[in-house]
Structures are given as C-alpha cells and as structure tokens.
C-alpha cells in the first residue's frame, strides 16, 4: 500500500448558483445591454466598461450569492478561520466566434470568480494553468491527463456555473468556434481586516 497526497494543490470551486429563471433572464438581458471595449490583451474578447458592475442594484441578489459562495471557498476548502470578505471590482466578458483572451491572472485580490449566466458548453471553455509546471523540465508521453501531469485545464461553461479560486492561477479564454455571443462575469474579492497574527497581523 502506498499514500499519494495531493502536495501544494491548487483547488478550483465549481457549483450551480441557485438563481430563478426570472433572474437569470433579467441578468442576461443587462449583460447584452452593458457596454463593451477591448481588453488591453490581443484576442479579442471584450471587457465592459464598467468595472464595478456589482453598484448596480440588479446585481444585488448576484453579489450576495457569489460573496457567500467566496466565503465558504475560504472556510470549507482552504481551511481558514472565518473571514469577512470584500469586493473590489465587478466586470463583464463577451467572447464571439473567433475570438480568445490571453493567459493572464487577476492582482491585487486573494480571490476570483467568474459566473456564467447563460451558456451552453459548446462555446468557449475557461483554461487554468498550472503554475507549478515551469519546474517540470520534462514532457512524457500520458496514458491519460489527470491532476497530477496536466499543465493546463479546461473547463466548459454551463448554465448558473460559478468557479471560485485563487487569484493567483494563471487562466484565460480560449478561443470561441461558436455562432454564439459567450457572456461571463468577473470580479475579486479581498479579505476585510482583522486577520493574519503576530507581527503579520492586519487592522
């Protein structure tokens, strides 16, 4: 018998929001009516305007969910002590057929997520990366990707998906092959002092 632990993991969080269909139609219906620019990466996909989506009071009930759900993240996979959390900024995507973002990570923030309102699974995925990959100087021939000898991974959006993880994992979109307008919505939190202890202790 032997024991493999899963050493230094990065965990990602993926649940289904519970969110009414009379929401979810009153959010989409906000995200196609947002105003788009571009990123300042090549791609394509666009960013909207504004980056504190969450001030709009449609939002409210969203924020909320996602917030407790970034909460749990922490206390229940992470294993910290209970702590407040704050959001920082709030934005939208949109991804047509064609277009990608690059490989980038969120500063500034310990954690990130990422909701998708309506999507079906055939338009873009979401890949993560994994950061420890640089230290692997070698690239064998795999039976099968698993956690262990993956350098990235992909995830499809679906229906009310929010994925909740660290801000730190490097991810991006990857490029759309679907007639359809790929909507998604970001945003960071922060934790809210008190926290940490002895001379890294924060108020």
């Known amino acids: 018998m032997s024991l493999v632990i899963p ?19 009153s959010i989409e219906k906000t995200l196609q009516s947002l105003k788009y620019g571009p990123t300042n990466q090549s791609g394509g996909a666009g960013i909207s305007k504004d980056l504190f989506l969450f001030n709009n009071k449609k939002f409210k009930s969203l924020h909320k969910k996602i917030l407790d759900s970034v909460c749990l993240f922490n206390e229940q996979v992470m294993g910290y002590k209970k702590t407040k959390f704050k959001l920082t900024t709030s934005w939208a995507t ?55 000898n993956s350098s990235y991974w992909s995830i499809p959006p679906k229906d009310k998906l929010l994925i909740v993880f660290p801000s730190s994992m490097y991810h991006r979109i990857s490029k759309s092959h679907d007639n359809k307008t790929r909507y998604s919505i970001a945003c960071n939190f922060v934790p809210v002092p008190p926290y940490g202890y002895m001379d890294s202790y924060n108020i």
Do not use: G
Request: charged content about 25%; some cysteine; proline content about 1%.
């Open 7 to 25: 050493l230094f993991a990065t965990p990602i969080n993926l649940s289904t929001l519970d969110i009414s269909d009379k929401e979810q139609d």
């Open 94 to 148: 949109i991804c047509n057929n064609q277009e990608e973002s690059e490989r980038h990570k969120h500063c500034n923030s310990m954690y990130s997520a990422v909701y998708y309102n309506k999507c079906s699974e055939s338009v873009a995925d979401i890949v993560f990366y994994n950061n420890n990959w640089a230290s692997n100087n070698y690239d064998l021939e795999k039976v099968e990707n698993n956690h262990f």
